[in-house]
């Protein structure tokens, strides 16, 4: 993803609003999208305030989330008409009976390790040096039984190691670097910003999980509720989509 400030400062002021500057007067569609607050969001702040839903009738709040689990129950309950979540929640969900359906991508792994928005984190003294010292330690996930720990045992595998001794604890990402600082666990599983924020305040990098599982993972989409509005999907798809491709820009 490009527009690397641009985009965090979208991200951190969406929880206070963002105007729409394109939105047009008169009756529009006011629509609620549930999003976790991570760097993986930011293209819909983005599209907000370029104006991309506001031409197409939308008026859109975004109400932060703390995990794709709870933009389901969001969505499913009708606070939300679109919401992100990974795609192991989604999968889930889906097995479940929940009728939801994929409208967007969310974002894709960039494939490279040491290069990618999802890292293993320890303190720099820690022995742990790769996926393949994970076993028998306590790593912390946002979320238990999901797209972290799953990729997390797979890039143990794929490191000839057993994961199955792994202790995985939840936290919320933005109490995870200072968990990991505190001795309360021995490692920790974010996405950006919270990478960047754990290695400013001294911790290392020992996995890429999700680049190390898969090379192409789709991480995660948008998605709504299959009786959702057939013209309003389409709309908020293409203003999804005009966002994403917006955000890619140089």
Same mark, same amino acid.
């Given at each position: 993803?490009?527009?690397?400030?641009?985009? =965090?400062?979208?991200?951190?002021? %969406?929880?206070? %609003?963002?105007?729409?500057?394109?939105? +047009?007067?008169?009756?529009?569609?006011?629509?609620?999208?549930?999003?976790?607050?991570?760097?993986?969001?930011?293209?819909?702040?983005?599209?907000?305030?370029?104006?991309?839903?506001?031409?197409?009738?939308?008026?859109?709040?975004?109400?932060?989330?703390?995990?794709?689990?709870?933009? #389901?129950?969001?969505?499913?309950?009708?606070? &939300?008409?679109?919401? &992100?979540? /990974?795609?192991?929640?989604?999968?889930?969900?889906?097995?479940?009976?929940?009728?939801?359906?994929?409208?967007?991508?969310?974002? /894709?792994?960039? %494939?490279?390790?040491?290069?990618?928005?999802? =890292?293993?984190?320890?303190?720099?003294?820690?022995?742990?040096?790769?996926?393949?010292?994970?076993?028998?330690? !306590?790593?912390?996930?946002?979320?238990?039984?999901? #797209? %972290?720990?799953?990729?997390?045992?797979?890039?143990?595998?794929?490191?000839?190691?057993?994961?199955? !001794?792994?202790?995985?604890?939840?936290?919320?990402?933005?109490?995870?670097?200072?968990?990991?600082?505190?001795?309360?666990?021995?490692?920790?599983?974010?996405?950006?910003?919270?990478?960047?924020?754990?290695?400013?305040?001294?911790?290392?990098?020992?996995?890429?999980? &999700?680049?190390?599982? !898969? +090379?192409?993972?789709?991480?995660?989409?948008?998605?709504?509720?299959?009786?959702?509005?057939?013209?309003?999907?389409?709309?908020?798809?293409?203003?999804?989509?005009?966002?994403?491709?917006?955000?890619?820009?140089?």
């Amino acid at each position: 993803m490009r527009r690397p400030l641009l985009l =965090a400062v979208l991200l951190l002021a %969406g929880a206070c %609003g963002i105007a729409d500057p394109a939105a +047009p007067e008169g009756a529009k569609d006011q629509v609620n999208a549930g999003v976790i607050a991570i760097v993986d969001t930011a293209p819909i702040y983005l599209g907000k305030a370029k104006g991309f839903f506001g031409k197409r009738d939308i008026d859109l709040t975004i109400t932060p989330m703390q995990s794709g689990a709870a933009s #389901i129950s969001g969505v499913v309950a009708r606070q &939300f008409q679109f919401a &992100f979540a /990974n795609i192991t929640s989604l999968l889930t969900a889906r097995e479940q009976g929940l009728p939801l359906k994929a409208v967007a991508n969310g974002v /894709n792994s960039t %494939g490279q390790v040491g290069k990618d928005f999802s =890292a293993v984190l320890v303190k720099s003294d820690n022995p742990i040096r790769s996926a393949a010292d994970l076993p028998g330690r !306590t790593v912390s996930v946002n979320q238990l039984r999901n #797209i %972290g720990d799953t990729t997390i045992r797979a890039a143990v595998r794929k490191a000839d190691a057993d994961p199955a !001794t792994i202790e995985f604890v939840e936290l919320a990402f933005p109490d995870a670097p200072a968990a990991l600082l505190n001795g309360r666990v021995e490692a920790i599983w974010v996405v950006e910003p919270f990478v960047s924020q754990a290695l400013a305040q001294g911790a290392r990098p020992v996995a890429w999980n &999700f680049a190390e599982a !898969t +090379p192409d993972l789709t991480v995660s989409m948008y998605f709504t509720g299959t009786d959702t509005d057939p013209d309003l999907v389409r709309r908020f798809a293409a203003a999804m989509n005009e966002s994403l491709e917006y955000a890619q820009k140089p």
